[in-house]
């Protein structure tokens, strides 16, 4: 199989696997135990969260363990002012733009942020929100996980902390492909997801600057300084902070690899007739690359893609299955046709040029079919 759907998830890395396997076999105390057991698993969860720190430049006590980033994107969400609005893009995860409804069915306040045609937050939408709202949270994300476009979170963020306005930002599909600095960000909440990273499901984190309110979503034993209630996932925990240190200590080699299948992969695109690459003059991760066909329909392409050993996906894998077009191409003004047409391509550290020859070629093959 030719794997190129890794915006998804991504395989475990066998080295995030062997830091693992003792915590799912012999080391398996409670991480709140007092005893040996539970101290050893204690120690871990601090080894992880300082591996977790070091990825995105923040102290170890900035770390909140989480299930993953729908939970670390609720979580954020409920730093929210009770008597004040919210802010979100247009194109952000379901796990944001889903609590922020219901947020707002709940009586808050909500602006959803336009987005010019390349998929940015038009400035204006977000300088008419700050004049005539003045909400007491914005949620940007870094970048896309369907077009792979990367936000100017910074510049955002400094015009929102101007206005004592706290920004959280999504950097789910950024972190372990570009550079993610809390601090040079200047956010104050900040998503990430384990399994996007080589390292397993079931962990994240929300990173928080330190004086930013919190309401826990879950409530029990304390854990988590009192924001995240439950027994530790001591071996996810352990694989997400491996994970991490990987990421930050390979960052460099695995971008340039990504960027250099990525300008292999779009130069075949470009040779087939009428194929379009969105976002394609915008910043974009190095290893994103979403494309529609006209009079393409995207999930039949990818059903034969699938039949030809190949997993790529039509948009998000957290809100596929409907026959609407992606919501995100939507908000950019792209056209219903050519939008549900849309297949995107998110490569691999373990993907090769060759796989990359083989995919243009079937692809070729089967739009010819088409036509």
Request: glycine share 10%; proline share 5%; charged share 20%.
């Amino acid at each position: 199989m030719i794997y190129l759907d890794h915006n998804a998830t991504t395989p475990v890395d066998s080295r995030v696997l062997e830091a693992m396997l003792p915590y799912l076999k012999n080391f398996y105390g409670n991480a709140s135990g007092l005893y040996k057991l539970g101290r050893l698993s204690r120690t871990t969860v601090d080894t992880a969260r300082q591996q977790v720190a070091g990825l995105v430049g923040v102290s170890a006590d900035q770390v909140i363990f989480t299930s993953g980033g729908t939970e670390a994107n609720n979580l954020a969400l409920t730093s929210l002012d009770p008597a004040a609005g919210l802010a979100v893009s247009a194109i952000e995860h379901p796990s944001i733009l889903e609590p922020a409804e219901r947020l707002h069915r709940q009586g808050h306040p909500l602006t959803i942020l336009g987005v010019d045609p390349d998929g940015l937050v038009r400035q204006n939408s977000l300088d008419e929100v700050i004049r005539s709202r003045k909400p007491a949270l914005v949620s940007i994300m870094l970048a896309n996980n369907e077009t792979g476009v990367i936000q100017d979170v910074a510049r955002h963020a400094e015009r929102l902390r101007a206005q004592n306005i706290v920004l959280h930002t999504d950097a789910v599909q950024a972190a372990g492909k570009i550079p993610v600095d809390f601090k040079a960000l200047g956010v104050q909440l900040l998503s990430l997801s384990s399994h996007k990273l080589y390292g397993p499901k079931g962990a994240g984190a929300l990173i928080f600057e330190k004086g930013v309110k919190l309401s826990p979503l879950l409530l029990g034993g304390g854990q988590e300084q009192n924001y995240r209630s439950g027994t530790e996932n001591v071996a996810a925990i352990v694989g997400f902070g491996k994970a991490a240190e990987l990421a930050k200590a390979e960052l460099a080699q695995r971008s340039e690899q990504l960027a250099g299948l990525k300008t292999r992969l779009e130069t075949g695109l470009r040779s087939i007739p009428g194929l379009h690459i969105f976002s394609q003059n915008a910043p974009r991760l190095p290893n994103t690359v979403q494309f529609g066909l006209p009079n393409v329909d995207g999930e039949m392409l990818l059903m034969k893609l699938d039949r030809q050993g190949i997993a790529v996906s039509s948009g998000s894998a957290c809100a596929s299955g409907g026959k609407e077009p992606s919501y995100v191409l939507t908000a950019m003004g792209v056209d219903p046709v050519l939008a549900r047409s849309a297949i995107r391509i998110s490569l691999g550290i373990s993907n090769t040029p060759e796989q990359i020859t083989r995919f243009i070629e079937i692809l070729q093959t089967l739009v010819n079919q088409e036509g």
